[in-house]
């Protein structure tokens, strides 16, 4: 009976077997769709025949392995000459822009020649291996799938070469398309890069060490074709001031006007891919370009190229979409040895470290690449100008110009307050809209029942005072419900403009109110309306009666408030009629409850923000440490809402790293309530006057009716 050691000995060495005999029966079955023919040309000097490949993929195990094993014969001695690739310590070798010459060996030899290899390596995989030898064995399969993966670019190139623009295989798969890009903002600080551990990795990938990182923003996806075409059509190949010099002479020098497999077709694109030509994709990634292409772009697209230390951080945090099987992706980076690195002694050591100049790191990994071949760590790498690889496009930002950008902005900014708060407007993107629907729909929440019931007592009233033909704008349209009962009540309104922060609200009203009202211009804008968000055109010249319901005029801060109702009475015009609902201060038990519900609808609601933030912002808040409260304010007439740390805790976002301490609140709303004079006295600072008020019955809700002071 052999001892469990040597159970476990013979089982690695079978799988180590069968891994090979798969990889190599991997390599064979890519060139299932190719004619001999195909197999011996040679499209340009960096491309190699696929015939050549398989020869030189089984030179390596017989070079690096068999020749060292007592007893093997090499296979034929002209071949060291024919499918050495760049290793001096192996003497001379064809050269690479000759290998298409190569005509002899027959392809049968090489199959043959194969066969040889092969049957010899099962040989030697079935006995035990000293871990040098192993460590070969490994990187001789990973060397095969690199192979594997050139052989598909170099057939590719000569393909998108040939006027039939044959397809290598109809079937091959398109990379998925999907979103645009957004940014995701990652925290600087020291992070360890590269391969620690005993996993198989390429020497350039060892040693780990540490690295210092800036914070950053890194996009979630790849650059897509539509946005390059925007590149190409804003002069992006025209403008040498988006150029690195060498890139601007390359592109100059080969008349580049687009990635290297676009065409013109007609007013269009089509682009050359393994399944044949095909019309260009506009949401898929854009491939095929080169580091100076993507350089130019980033810069064009105010943005920059990410380091490869930037990527990896991002890759490892799970950050990325599209990491490894769509492209690679350029970095920044030029290729370079890790401090600590040491090539291999012998001719094994050229294998890397000769290349660490002049050629740029590429990460991730692409739809060309074998399953499981790639990983965190990996550095691919070519010189700037190539573009014959499966190349995209991730782009970066310095976090310090993210800042200009409003959610990172006013979250970093809110968050190192002495008072951590969070400006309420961002409780609305598609989840909190939903939320927000479902707080009106509680017991306890009964302005969105008071205001409603208030307004198809009124909306008779108020349509009397709307001029005909008028437009419409309504504040913070939401779900656009109450919007039914004054379009019900003035069917002579002229058009709608329906103004919302939340894209998705916004999208989901419209679509439902247009089904309502077939024969109503509806023209919504989306954006924020605290800033001066332009009408549309088209209602420029008609009267306009503004409707701001819900009380959202009591998320504002008194000055705030003011500050919104003089910009709206710009933005409406002198003839204007303002329609506005107020909540009414109340006893405080009613005012709680409302904000406080006992579902914990409007406690999902606050802690969505943090969600947010986790998925916009890279944030890591657990909402479950936090808890959801809200307090009345009796001075100063308002509930206001915050989210308590349970726990001492540090939380990163947007870059950076938050300490709480446990009882630590983020103040993320006010809610103001107001009386008939308190509401009067806010109107008046802006210029407007109280023309007519209507309340509700307990509990209250108020409706004013405003027009410009005279
Ligand atoms: N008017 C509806 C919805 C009120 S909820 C009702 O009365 O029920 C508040 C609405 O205002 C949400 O739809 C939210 O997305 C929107 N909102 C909040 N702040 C905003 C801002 N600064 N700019 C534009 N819309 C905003
Ligand atoms: C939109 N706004 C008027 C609501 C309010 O009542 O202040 C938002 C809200 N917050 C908690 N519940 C509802």
């Known amino acids: 009976m052999p001892d469990n050691q040597t159970l476990q000995f013979h089982a690695a060495a079978a799988s180590l077997a069968q891994r090979y005999a798969a990889r190599r029966r991997r390599t064979l079955a890519l060139t299932d769709t190719l004619q001999a023919e195909d197999m011996a040309a040679q499209s340009m000097p960096d491309a190699s025949p696929a015939k050549w490949h398989l020869a030189?993929?089984?030179?390596?195990?017989?070079?690096?392995?068999?020749?060292?094993?007592?007893?093997?014969?090499?296979?034929?001695?002209?071949?060291?000459?024919?499918?050495?690739?760049?290793?001096?310590?192996?003497?001379?070798?064809?050269?690479?822009p000759q290998r298409g010459l190569l005509t002899r060996?027959?392809?049968?030899?090489?199959?043959?020649?194969?066969?040889?290899?092969?049957?010899?390596?099962?040989?030697?995989?079935?006995?035990?291996?000293?871990?040098?030898?192993?460590?070969?064995?490994?990187?001789?399969?990973?060397?095969?799938?690199?192979?594997?993966?050139?052989?598909?670019?170099?057939?590719?190139?000569?393909?998108?070469?040939?006027?039939?623009?044959?397809?290598?295989?109809?079937?091959?798969?398109?990379?998925?398309?999907?979103?645009?890009?957004?940014?995701?903002?990652?925290?600087?600080?020291?992070?360890?890069?590269?391969?620690?551990?005993?996993?198989?990795?390429?020497?350039n990938e060892r040693p780990g060490h540490m690295v210092w990182l800036q914070g950053y923003e890194i996009a979630d996806r790849l650059v897509s074709n539509d946005e390059w075409l925007a590149f190409i059509e804003d002069g992006g190949y025209r403008r040498p001031a988006l150029w690195l010099a060498d890139g601007w002479a390359q592109a100059q020098a080969e008349q580049w006007q687009a990635p290297l497999y676009w065409r013109r077709d007609g007013d269009g694109w089509s682009q050359m891919t393994l399944a044949g030509m095909a019309p260009l994709a506009p949401?898929?990634?854009?491939?095929?370009?080169?580091?100076?292409?993507?350089?130019?772009?980033?810069?064009?697209?105010?943005?920059?190229?990410?380091?490869?230390?930037?990527?990896?951080?991002?890759?490892?945090?799970?950050?990325?979409?599209?990491?490894?099987?769509?492209?690679?992706?350029?970095?920044?980076?030029?290729?370079?040895?890790?401090?600590?690195?040491r090539a291999g002694t012998g001719a094994v050591g050229e294998y890397n470290g000769k290349f660490m100049v002049g050629q740029q790191v590429l990460r991730g990994g692409a739809g060309i690449t074998p399953p499981g071949h790639a990983r965190v760590t990996y550095r691919n790498f070519y010189r700037p100008g190539q573009r014959w690889m499966q190349s995209g496009v991730r782009l970066a930002r310095d976090l310090a110009a993210a800042d200009a950008d409003g959610f990172a902005a006013d979250v970093r900014a809110g968050l190192s307050a002495p008072q951590k708060q969070l400006p309420p407007k961002y409780f609305y993107d598609a989840i909190g809209s939903e939320l927000f629907e479902?707080?009106?729909?509680?017991?306890?929440?009964?302005?969105?029942?008071?205001?409603?019931?208030?307004?198809?007592?009124?909306?008779?009233?108020?349509?009397?005072?709307?001029?005909?033909?008028?437009?419409?704008?309504?504040?913070?349209?939401?779900?656009?419900?109450?919007?039914?009962?004054?379009?019900?009540?003035?069917?002579?309104?002229?058009?709608?403009?329906?103004?919302?922060?939340?894209?998705?609200?916004?999208?989901?009203?419209?679509?439902?109110?247009?089904?309502?009202?077939?024969?109503?211009?509806?023209?919504?804008?989306?954006?924020?309306?605290?800033?001066?968000?332009?009408?549309?055109?088209?209602?420029?010249?008609?009267?306009?009666?503004?409707?701001?319901?819900?009380?959202?005029?009591?998320?504002?801060?008194?000055?705030?408030?003011?500050?919104?109702?003089?910009?709206?009475?710009?933005?409406?015009?002198?003839?204007?009629?303002?329609?506005v609902g107020a909540d009414v201060v109340k006893d405080s038990a009613t005012l709680l409850a409302a904000y406080d519900d006992a579902q914990g609808v409007t406690a999902r609601f606050n802690k969505n923000l943090l969600v947010r933030i986790n998925r916009e912002l890279h944030g890591d808040f657990d909402p479950a440490t936090f808890d959801h409260q809200a307090r009345w304010n009796a001075e100063l007439n308002?509930?206001?809402?915050?989210?308590?740390?349970?726990?001492?805790?540090?939380?990163?976002?947007?870059?950076?790293?938050?300490?709480?301490?446990?009882?630590?609140?983020?103040?993320?709303?006010?809610s103001h309530k107001f009386t008939a004079e308190s509401f009067g006295a806010l109107a008046a600072q802006a210029g407007w006057q109280v023309s007519r008020a209507w309340t509700s019955a307990a509990p209250q809700f108020a409706i004013y009716r405003l027009t410009p002071q005279p």
């Open 56 to 96: 030189h993929t089984t030179w390596f195990f017989e070079t690096f392995l068999l020749s060292a094993s007592a007893g093997y014969r090499v296979y034929d001695a002209s071949y060291g000459y024919l499918f050495n690739s760049y290793y001096e310590a192996l003497g001379p070798r064809q050269p690479r």
């Open 283 to 341: 949401d898929e990634p854009v491939l095929h370009v080169s580091y100076y292409e993507a350089a130019a772009y980033a810069l064009w697209a105010g943005a920059r190229l990410p380091t490869e230390a930037e990527w990896e951080a991002a890759a490892t945090a799970g950050m990325l979409q599209q990491a490894d099987d769509v492209a690679w992706q350029w970095t920044q980076s030029a290729y370079g040895a890790y401090p600590g690195f």
């Open 438 to 579: 479902a707080i009106c729909l509680t017991p306890e929440y009964y302005p969105t029942r008071a205001e409603t019931a208030l307004l198809r007592q009124v909306a008779g009233e108020i349509a009397a005072s709307i001029p005909a033909g008028a437009a419409l704008v309504e504040f913070g349209s939401g779900a656009s419900d109450k919007t039914r009962l004054l379009l019900d009540a003035a069917p002579h309104i002229g058009a709608y403009v329906p103004i919302d922060i939340s894209e998705d609200a916004l999208a989901k009203a419209a679509g439902r109110l247009a089904a309502s009202y077939p024969a109503l211009p509806m023209l919504p804008v989306a954006g924020d309306f605290t800033t001066a968000l332009p009408l549309p055109h088209a209602v420029r010249d008609l009267p306009k009666v503004g409707f701001f319901p819900g009380s959202t005029i009591g998320n504002f801060t008194p000055a705030e408030a003011v500050r919104f109702l003089r910009s709206a009475r710009t933005l409406l015009g002198p003839d204007a009629v303002f329609i």
């Open 105 to 203: 060996p027959a392809l049968a030899d090489i199959l043959a020649y194969r066969r040889h290899v092969d049957t010899h390596m099962q040989a030697l995989l079935n006995v035990e291996l000293d871990g040098d030898t192993a460590a070969l064995v490994e990187l001789g399969l990973a060397h095969e799938e690199q192979h594997q993966e050139l052989l598909l670019m170099d057939l590719l190139h000569l393909f998108s070469q040939s006027p039939l623009k044959p397809a290598y295989d109809t079937r091959w798969p398109h990379p998925a398309p999907g979103p645009r890009a957004r940014y995701l903002a990652r925290r600087g600080g020291l992070l360890r890069q590269g391969a620690d551990g005993a996993g198989f990795a390429f020497d």
């Open 638 to 670: 308002r509930i206001e809402m915050h989210l308590v740390s349970r726990i001492d805790q540090i939380v990163n976002a947007v870059g950076h790293a938050y300490a709480f301490k446990a009882g630590e609140s983020v103040y993320t709303e006010n």
